[in-house]
C-alpha cells in the first residue's frame, strides 16, 4: 500500500479465472446493449412511481452496464470494473423484488422466472467481486 492512499479491502472471494472478465463483460455488453434496443420490456418493470421516467432507468441502467462492461475489458480498470459490475448487480436487485411483485398474479412459469431471479444475484454479485479481487495488487 502506497503511504496516504486507504486500502480497499475486498470480501473473502477466490479470484476469477483468466477468462472470466470478459465472460462478464459480455454478459453486460448484451444486457446494456438489450436496454437500449428493446427498451419496452425493461420499462414494463421498472416502478412507475420513480422520477423521471422509467425510460430514463431502462437507458440509463443500459448505459451503466455498457460502461461496466467497458472497464472490465482494460486491465487498467478491470478492478474497478469488477466492483461496478458487484456494485450494479446489488443496485437492480430492488427492481427485481418489484418484479416479481408485478408478475404475482401471472402464469405459474412467469411467476418462477420472476422470482428464480432473486437468488441469481447473489452469484453474480460474487462473480464481479472474483474479478476485482483477481485484477487487484497482488490478488
Do not use: K, Y
Request: aromatic share 8%; glycine share 10%; hydrophobic share 55%.
Amino acid at each position: 500500500m502506497r503511504a496516504g492512499r486507504p486500502s480497499l479491502t475486498l470480501p473473502a472471494v477466490p479470484p476469477a479465472g483468466p477468462a472470466e472478465h470478459r465472460a462478464l463483460a459480455g454478459v453486460l455488453l448484451v444486457s446494456g446493449v438489450g436496454h437500449l434496443v428493446r427498451p419496452a420490456p425493461f420499462d414494463s418493470i421498472v416502478p412507475g412511481w420513480l422520477p423521471p421516467s422509467r425510460r430514463f432507468w431502462t437507458v440509463a441502467s443500459g448505459v451503466a452496464e455498457l460502461v461496466v462492461a467497458l472497464l472490465l475489458a482494460r486491465p487498467e480498470t478491470r478492478r474497478a470494473g469488477g466492483l461496478a459490475a458487484a456494485g450494479l448487480f446489488v443496485a437492480v436487485f430492488p427492481a427485481n423484488v418489484w418484479m416479481v411483485w408485478l408478475w404475482r398474479h401471472r402464469r405459474w412459469p412467469w411467476v418462477a422466472t420472476a422470482v428464480a431471479r432473486l437468488p441469481l444475484q447473489a452469484p453474480l454479485v460474487a462473480w464481479g467481486l472474483r474479478v476485482a479481487r483477481a485484477a487487484a495488487p497482488g490478488g
